[in-house]
């Protein structure tokens, strides 16, 4: 049987299953009655890193790295075929609506903000990887990753990591208007018109005296009605250009995210007005016609401004409290993220310190949340310690995949839902972790950094594994602070155990039962599986002339007829039978799949009923 079909029979079967979604790491289950899920076989499944029941009928089962494989496998079976499952937008509508009357419109300010960042999750981890990687050939002196007079090879080598950030911007407007059901491509191209080089060239200015430009980009074109004023509080020139007697600021939106933001939301409320006032038969052309010429100017001249203003104000206030109170701050951001993150509520810090690195060109948010992840990854290594002693092999697996996605990967996610949320005696112990971690990020900045620019820096944003610790400055204070926060972790939780005396010795009975003799096989046949059972034997030529059916290999059946010539080859196909040989006398093979024991079962208790 293949995950996808164990995790289905587990949870209930087919039948039992509203709706399914899937985010990063985990697949998420709407049942119709979760009493009819068995978490302990769930967990069981080879392949899963652990399930997370939740309130209502939803469960959610953490896969990893696989997840988009395994819910493809899931919904491609023959028994979630006949199925018209909720869509996602629809579970989401459902949930919220069951809110109401609560804080239903934070919840889904929170979903929105999500949603609109969490599908970029793996060009962002690609893209820092390589950002990493730039930084150890800095490191070990290969070239000057900072000098802007690097050599052609090692520009191309930036390409590769920048176009991620810098068309951020467009990737963020997509998934904020899909979110909010408009025409994605709309929200992409309407915040792509500001990142054409023709808009960055309106920062252009003729100086009267020398007849020279200057401006934001290298000008092949130059405007007289641009003027710039440079901002000496800020070191940087400011640009305003007249538009039809209109002035417009003008900012480089490169790595940008409040600003789709704040225009997917407006740009929702202007498509759902236009498709009310336009015919069906005409909305293709129109709706996007007047949604550009009536958003790309309200982004220009109001929308962005307002999201550059409001971005520098917050990461102005949070670098006055780094600057002024650095070891606050420090110990601030890993205390608060272990309740964020499970909440999804750490997107907006997540894009202030992209914010942070297109304004200030650093950000320094993200060396004190590197400690509240080494806290989470050696709690983690805890677990895997204490499940390698105690030879709990489900949870050795768990937490094997949970560690190496956190290690090589900077996501905290599998350890957090696969392990930590599922165990109340682990996040008391993590969070010392993230206590010490941050005392000693902030005490050593304190003590090692001066000047406006306090504690530990990156100029890229990058997921905090091991392999991007060379991109953060000074990086001797960040290993030592990742790795006080990871061994204090570690080490708690294997003093203390991260389970109560009756979770131990339930552990304990189950490996001295495993250690034993195995037990049956029990093989779940569904619906779907017994009415095609019954049509093959139809086609084999009735249950009268089928001597004995069994499974061999792992996707065939042997069956022993005893007339040949009543197997009717074309019928076994029109069933839905991928293969058929005849291997012999009265001997077939039936090329059945990964479900070949389900239908050789189905078969047999057909045979065993006539």
Not at 14 to 35: G, P, Y
Not at 254 to 282: D, H, S
Not at 350 to 375: C, K, S, V
Not at 506 to 532: H, Y
Request: proline share 5%; aromatic share 10%.
């Amino acid at each position: 049987m293949s995950t996808a079909s164990e995790i289905v029979a587990a949870v209930g079967g087919a039948d039992n299953i509203k709706s399914l979604t899937h985010c990063a790491t985990r697949l998420r289950f709407e049942l119709v009655d979760a009493s009819g899920v068995d978490q302990d076989q769930v967990e069981s499944i080879k392949g899963v890193m652990g399930a997370v029941p939740q309130s209502g009928d939803r469960f959610q089962v953490i896969i990893g790295g696989a997840v988009a494989t395994v819910f493809q496998e899931i919904n491609a079976l023959p028994e979630m075929a006949d199925r018209t499952p909720m869509s996602d937008a629809d579970v989401k509508a459902a949930a919220r609506a069951k809110a109401r009357g609560k804080v239903a419109w934070l919840d889904a300010f929170f979903e929105y903000l999500s949603d609109s960042f969490r599908p970029l999750l793996g060009v962002l981890l690609g893209a820092s990887l390589i950002l990493a990687a730039g930084a150890v050939l800095d490191a070990f002196g290969v070239f000057d990753f900072q000098s802007p007079d690097k050599a052609a090879p090692w520009v191309f080598l930036d390409v590769m990591w920048r176009g991620v950030f810098y068309f951020l911007p467009i990737a963020v407007a997509y998934n904020a208007a899909k979110k909010l059901d408009v025409d994605p491509w709309l929200g992409a191209v309407i915040m792509g018109s500001l990142l054409t080089p023709e808009f960055i060239q309106l920062g252009s200015k003729i100086y009267p005296e020398t007849g020279e430009g200057t401006g934001l980009f290298t000008q092949m074109i130059r405007y007289a009605e641009t003027t710039c004023t440079e901002n000496l509080t800020l070191g940087k020139e400011f640009c305003t250009v007249n538009i039809f007697g209109l002035p417009l600021q003008l900012n480089d939106y490169g790595g940008q995210v409040f600003v789709p933001l704040l225009m997917a939301a407006l740009l929702a409320v202007v498509y759902r007005f236009l498709k009310r006032i336009f015919p069906e038969n005409v909305q293709m052309v129109f709706v996007p016609f007047f949604s550009m010429i009536i958003m790309v100017p309200l982004t220009a001249f109001l929308l962005g401004p307002i999201g550059v203003w409001a971005g520098n104000g917050i990461g102005d206030g949070l670098a006055w409290l780094n600057t002024h109170a650095p070891i606050v701050f420090a110990i601030l951001i890993p205390m608060v993220y272990p309740f964020l993150v499970p909440l999804g509520l750490h997107w907006p810090l997540n894009a202030l310190m992209l914010l942070n690195i297109d304004n200030l060109g650093y950000d320094f948010i993200q060396g004190p949340m590197g400690t509240w992840n080494f806290a989470c990854f050696g709690a983690t290594a805890g677990v895997l310690y204490l499940a390698t002693r105690d030879k709990d092999a489900t949870m050795k697996q768990t937490a094997t995949g949970a560690l190496a996605a956190g290690l090589f990967g900077g996501i905290s996610e599998p350890s957090l839902y696969g392990i930590h949320l599922r165990y109340k005696r682990i996040y008391p112990r993590m969070l010392v972790g993230c206590l010490v971690g941050g005392i000693t990020i902030g005490t050593l900045s304190m003590l090692f950094t001066t000047g406006e620019v306090r504690g530990v820096t990156t100029e890229a944003f990058a997921f905090t594994s091991l392999f991007t610790i060379p991109v953060f400055n000074p990086m001797w204070i960040y290993v030592i602070s990742i790795a006080a926060a990871f061994v204090v972790a570690m080490v708690l939780v294997i003093i203390s155990d991260y389970r109560t005396p009756e979770q131990r010795e339930a552990t304990r009975r189950a490996a001295e039962k495993t250690s034993g003799e195995p037990e049956p096989r029990v093989i779940v046949v569904s619906d779907v599986e017994t009415n095609q059972a019954r049509q093959w034997l139809t086609a084999l030529g009735g249950e009268a002339n089928v001597r004995a059916v069994e499974p061999i290999a792992e996707t065939r059946l042997r069956v022993e007829v005893a007339d040949d010539s009543l197997v009717d080859a074309e019928a076994l196909s029109r069933a839905g039978l991928p293969g058929l040989v005849q291997v012999g006398e009265n001997t077939w093979h039936l090329v059945a799949g990964l479900e070949a024991a389900q239908y050789a079962e189905g078969m047999r208790r057909r045979l065993a009923s006539v």
